[in-house]
Nanobody, 121 residues
Framework: QVQLVESGGGLVQAGGSLRLSCVAS????????MAWFRHVPGKQREVVAT???????DYTDSVKGRFTISRDNAKNTVYLQMNSLKPEDTGVYYC???????????????WGQGTQITVSS
C-alpha cells in the first residue's frame, strides 16, 4: 500500500504564489506518472499538470506559464509551484501518482487527501 501526503495549501491573495508538495511512502518500486488535479466548486475534477517518469510535463491551458510541476524521485515527491494565482484557481488540489510494483509491470493508482487553495481577489 502507498500513502500520499500533501502539504502547502492555504489562503493567498491574487497574484501571489504557493508551492504544493506530495510525498509518497509505502511499498514503492518506482513512481511512474505523477499529476496534480483540482476540484473547483461547480466543476468536475480536472487535471492541472502531469509529469512522466522521464520528466515530460504537460499543463492544462489555464495554468500554462503560471504553474510548474516537478518531481524529486529520490524523495518520492512531486511539487506544484503556482505563481500569479487567480481567484479562479480556488479549489481543492489533489496529487495523483501511478506506482509501479516490484514485478516491474503492474501499476497502481493513488490519490492524495486533497489540500484547499483559496485565492482572494
Amino acid at each position: 500500500q502507498v500513502q500520499l501526503v500533501e502539504s502547502g495549501g492555504g489562503l493567498v491573495q491574487a497574484g501571489g504564489s504557493l508551492r504544493l508538495s506530495c510525498v509518497a511512502s509505502g511499498s514503492i518500486f518506482s513512481l511512474d506518472t505523477m499529476a496534480w488535479f483540482r476540484h473547483v466548486p461547480g466543476k468536475q475534477r480536472e487535471v492541472v499538470a502531469t509529469i512522466t517518469s522521464d520528466a515530460t510535463t504537460d499543463y492544462t491551458d489555464s495554468v500554462k506559464g503560471r504553474f510548474t510541476i516537478s518531481r524529486d524521485n529520490a524523495k518520492n515527491t512531486v511539487y506544484l509551484q503556482m505563481n500569479s494565482l487567480k481567484p479562479e484557481d480556488t479549489g481543492v488540489y489533489y496529487c495523483n501518482v501511478w506506482v509501479r510494483r516490484r514485478d516491474g509491470v503492474t501499476l497502481d493508482n493513488y490519490w492524495g487527501q486533497g489540500t484547499q487553495i483559496t485565492v482572494s481577489s
